[in-house]
């Protein structure tokens, strides 16, 4: 036998196994991170916009080489409520529309849609954050979307090119783009407005040409849209709130290493705290813009013209009292009566 050859053979075979060990090694630790992409319909510099973009950046430093989160506003990948089949079929990994825009898949979000519901910031957060939420954060679950937050915007206001409103009266005979939510067709069809249903992303052009009088919200979007240029009148009516569900696909957040799912669920809840600290004030400093711009008229109601609103408007609570769930209804208002 020789000596030599068989060592020399063996030493192949073991060179060769390490050689494959080390490469295989190699490729482990160059796995890919994991994508994370996350389409939003809004400006980067609204509510919605920056915190998102906040836990991009969180999650990328913290993660870095596990999780790479990257951003799509303004539609650039999907319009509205078409995110949500995007996620269902792994298009897109994270959403965040607002309530009015899950109305198909679960329709007893539209609470947070009901006009006047909610009687400031804080019944708000409680019901979020108490039994309602958590209720609500299960009826999605039967639909294979994960909810992981709810963000804020802030209160919507009423803009249009036909004449200043300063009564609900006013408002009859407009045509006005709204979410695709039943309530907030209701709200509308209440005080005798022509409410439609529009994405988000065509609502400038669509006030530029004439398609519709008049839309419904909040001011850092009206401002990062510039829809205060394509509209003569803004009433500041406060009447509805305009929130977002942070949303994953069920399936996927429950295949991430728990170490990844875990910082980012921390990540989340450090954005959401400051969403809530910073909405309102991102809000008011966009109103002031668009004052300041001179480009619209901008109405402040006095306190009777207010509650002639909020008479008008709130019958709709009660006639979404069976879609949305009287015990919901019920639980907001028994917060309400508390703060
Ligand atoms: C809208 O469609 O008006 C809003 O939902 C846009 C948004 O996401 O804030």
Do not use: C
């Amino acid at each position: 036998m020789n000596l030599r050859k068989v060592f020399g053979a063996r030493f192949l075979v073991v060179a060769a196994v390490s050689a494959g060990l080390l490469v295989g090694m190699a490729g482990l630790g160059a796995a890919a991170p994991i994508k994370i992409r996350f389409s939003h319909v809004v400006a980067p510099t609204t509510p919605k916009g920056q915190a998102a973009d906040m836990f991009a950046r969180l999650a990328n430093e913290r993660l870095k080489g596990k999780v790479e989160v990257q951003v799509f506003p303004n539609s650039q990948l999907y319009t509205d409520k078409k995110v949500l089949d995007a996620l269902s079929t792994g298009s897109v990994e994270m959403a965040a529309p607002s309530t009015a825009k899950f109305t198909s898949w679960v329709p007893q979000l539209q609470l947070f849609d009901l006009p006047f519901m909610f009687k400031n910031r804080e019944v708000l957060y409680q019901t979020m954050d108490g039994k309602v939420g958590k209720k609500m954060f299960k009826l999605l679950g039967k639909k294979n979307m994960l909810g992981l937050a709810m963000w804020d915007n802030g209160f919507k206001q009423i803009g249009n090119n036909i004449r200043e409103i300063r009564t609900p009266a006013d408002i009859s005979g407009i045509k006005f783009r709204i979410m695709s939510s039943k309530v907030l067709e209701a709200q509308f069809k209440q005080v005798g407005g022509n409410p439609q249903v529009m994405p988000f992303s065509e609502v400038y052009s669509a006030l530029e040409q004439g398609v519709i009088d008049g839309q419904e919200n909040t001011w850092s979007n009206m401002y990062s849209k510039k829809f205060y240029e394509v509209q003569k009148y803004i009433t500041e009516t406060n009447h509805g709130y305009l929130g977002y569900l942070v949303v994953t696909n069920a399936q996927f957040w429950a295949h991430l290493p728990p170490d990844v799912r875990t910082e980012l669920e921390n990540i989340m809840k450090e954005v959401t705290v400051w969403i809530r600290e910073n909405a309102y004030k991102i809000n008011q400093d966009m109103k002031q813009k668009i004052i300041d711009s001179g480009k619209t008229r901008v109405t402040t109601l006095t306190e009777a013209e207010k509650e002639a609103f909020r008479k008008a408007f709130e019958p709709v609570q009660n006639q979404f009292r069976s879609v949305i769930g009287a015990e919901y209804i019920d639980a907001v208002r028994a917060l309400n009566a508390k703060n």
